[in-house]
């Protein structure tokens, strides 16, 4: 089968001509007798609260297929559900459909759970709501992995037993991503030496990059094997930020939408988790103009 298109993106690399698919793999590229369009490898969203008026942490099988299906209108062919910081009675039904929705036939596959707390930095909540946030339990976490197919958890790692978390969650077998934290330079490479492979929405809700400290996102960037994620929507960074950690990270450098139950439907008034947000030009805000 041919797509018939005009080119196709292969590692990075524009490559003119169609593209031969057989048996679901592709079998050739820069074919002659292209046509028009741009073929890619389908998107994988790590960072996604919900989409297409559906919020994840409270979304039932059918607000997964609603989701799925606009996700998959995007480029999106694996995602993420995301869960914020919430009160803990939350998480259950929400990881148990999430569980659900991974053996669901048809539309993006659900690879799992990304866990956006609760074992945060109140100082750098952004959208989560404080009273969520918890310290460092080694019980909680166990029986959150317990119940759903977490795969990926931010946590603040300078919080107090925040390194042991780490230490536990990647025995567990979970990724350990660093965001919404105060950490330093140092207890950043502390959290990686433990085994910690990612920062959350680099420069978003962390510790200001400084000179002599460059906290979570310069430490991140130094070291080859963490992934940086970005929000790379005009807002969130500036051009000129987004390309600097683009060329620091080149090849480790993660795209993340952050998406939450208004993308797609435009400006108006939405729920992020339990928090009321409100969209306006774009824009996710709470109430006291934080940015969500």
């Known amino acids: ?5 005009a080119a196709a993106l292969v590692d990075g690399h524009r490559i003119a001509g169609d593209v031969a698919i057989t048996d679901g793999q592709v079998t050739a590229v820069g074919l002659q007798g292209a046509g028009s369009g741009l073929a890619a490898a389908g998107f994988v969203d790590l960072q996604v609260n919900g989409f297409a008026g559906v919020d994840f942490l409270s979304a039932d099988a059918g607000g997964y297929r ?3 299906e606009a996700l998959a209108a995007t480029g999106v062919t694996s995602y993420l559900p995301t869960f914020i910081s919430s009160p803990v009675d939350a998480y259950w039904p929400a990881l148990a459909q999430a569980h659900a929705a991974r053996a669901m036939a048809g539309g993006p596959r659900v690879v799992g759970v990304h866990l956006e707390g609760p074992f945060l930095s109140r100082q750098w909540a ?3 709501d404080p009273a969520n946030i ?3 339990d080694l019980g909680l976490a166990a029986k959150l992995l317990d119940e759903g ?8 790692p300078e919080r107090p037993g925040g390194l042991d978390l780490v230490t536990t ?7 350990v991503s660093c965001g919404h ?3 330093d330079a140092t207890t950043a490479h502390g959290a990686f030496d433990r085994g910690a492979r990612s920062v959350t929405h680099v420069y978003n809700a962390q510790r200001r990059w400084r000179p002599r400290d460059p906290g979570v996102a310069g430490a991140g960037m130094c070291r080859t094997q963490v992934t940086v994620q970005a929000i790379v929507d005009g807002l969130h960074l500036a051009a000129e930020t987004a390309h600097q950690t683009f060329l620091a990270a080149r090849g480790r450098f993660a795209l993340v939408t952050d998406a939450m139950e208004a993308a797609g439907l435009g400006d108006g008034d939405y729920w992020l988790g339990d928090r009321a947000v409100t969209v306006s030009g774009g824009a996710v805000r709470l109430a006291d103009g934080t940015l969500a």
Do not use: N
């Open 169 to 175: 969650l990647v025995r567990a077998g979970v990724v």
């Open 126 to 128: 952004g959208a989560h």
């Open 66 to 68: 609603r989701a799925g």
């Open 1 to 5: 089968m041919r797509l018939g298109v």
């Open 149 to 156: 197919p977490v795969i990926l958890m931010t946590v603040a």
């Open 181 to 183: 934290t105060d950490a």
């Open 134 to 136: 918890l310290e460092p």
